[in-house]
């Protein structure tokens, strides 16, 4: 029996430090730009929030698919070396393994160029559903391209095997498939949205039947409510060396609390405290807590109303 299984995308994702602000590059026919150091990390939401909870000592498995490459072998031997059980992740020959590429010039300035590859093209046919069941949580990171497609079916396979859910919708399943969104969010348990995606959705997401919905507001903290409360909390000052990840290790963090504990208090500290974590480092698999280090950052001031 697993704690929770991720799902979502594995990527290679490749850091450029830029000497110009990325909003103020114009490119000329045939340029040649320089960049400063590059850095290759693996990437990508199923597998960053896999690491997570595996470093937060839960049985953990992701489940997607990589090209039969360089990248490929990357994230698996991240992923075994976080402790990720990996009888559900493939290789492919069709596709090759998606790639990022992230310009940056500071924390709060870059640009990425995202390539789709194997993960994205993800079937039904991919996941051995009989073994599966086995869990008791599903964390469906964001999907795309055909991958979209896997949304309802987990949802309503977790459903009838009283798996819990933790879901965080890409902004492309946002703007072009909110029906669909709706008619499943009752299976949902925990929702999990930035700002600008929430402001998409508007305030009616509180009705659509979550359980417990979840708004990153950057700087400003985060916004939870349960169905009865709000809770606010605001985020550890800390020196930001890159953002990529922050989403990802936040989501991962406050479910990881809420398997470990099941105190919504202790979720969010655990929440801010790895995404903090995550940003004091490049790449998003590096600078994740591991189980019991949370107690090494000072409680937060949650507020409840």
Not at 40 to 57: D, K, R
Not at 113 to 126: L, N
Not at 160 to 173: D, G, M
Request: charged letters at 20%; glycine letters at 10%.
């Amino acid at each position: 029996m697993f704690d929770i299984i991720t799902f979502g995308s594995a990527t290679g994702d490749i850091f450029m430090k830029m000497k110009e602000k990325p909003s103020q590059f114009c490119f000329n026919r045939g340029d040649k730009v320089e960049t400063g150091d590059w850095q290759i990390f693996s990437g990508g939401g199923g597998v960053n929030t896999a690491c997570t909870f595996a470093l937060q000592g839960l049985k953990t498995a992701y489940c997607g698919v990589v090209g039969n490459d360089y990248f490929g072998e990357l994230n698996q031997q991240v992923l075994k070396s976080r402790g990720v059980d990996l009888r559900f992740f493939n290789k492919t020959n069709n596709h090759q393994t998606a790639l990022s590429v992230i310009l940056s010039s500071g924390q709060n300035d870059r640009l990425i160029f995202a390539g789709p590859g194997a993960c994205h093209f993800q079937t039904e046919k991919d996941i051995a559903w009989p073994k599966i069941k086995k869990t008791k949580w599903f964390y469906i990171a964001p999907l795309h391209h055909q991958a979209c497609q896997l949304l309802k079916p987990l949802v309503d396979f977790a459903i009838e095997n009283k798996i819990k859910v933790a879901l965080n919708p890409s902004e492309f399943q946002i703007k072009n498939s909110q029906d669909e969104l709706k008619q499943i969010m009752a299976g949902v348990d925990v929702l999990l949205l930035n700002l600008d995606e929430a402001s998409l959705l508007g305030e009616e997401i509180y009705s659509w039947g979550a359980k417990l919905v979840v708004i990153t507001k950057g700087k400003e903290g985060a916004l939870i409510f349960d169905g009865h409360n709000f809770y606010t909390a605001g985020i550890f000052p800390i020196e930001a060396v890159e953002r990529t990840g922050a989403g990802d290790s936040f989501g991962s963090g406050l479910v990881a609390g809420l398997l470990l504990k099941n105190d919504i208090k202790y979720a969010i500290r655990l929440a801010m405290a790895n995404s903090a974590s995550c940003l004091k480092e490049i790449g998003a698999a590096n600078g994740l807590l591991r189980k019991g280090e949370v107690e090494k950052w000072p409680l937060l001031d949650i507020k409840k109303s």
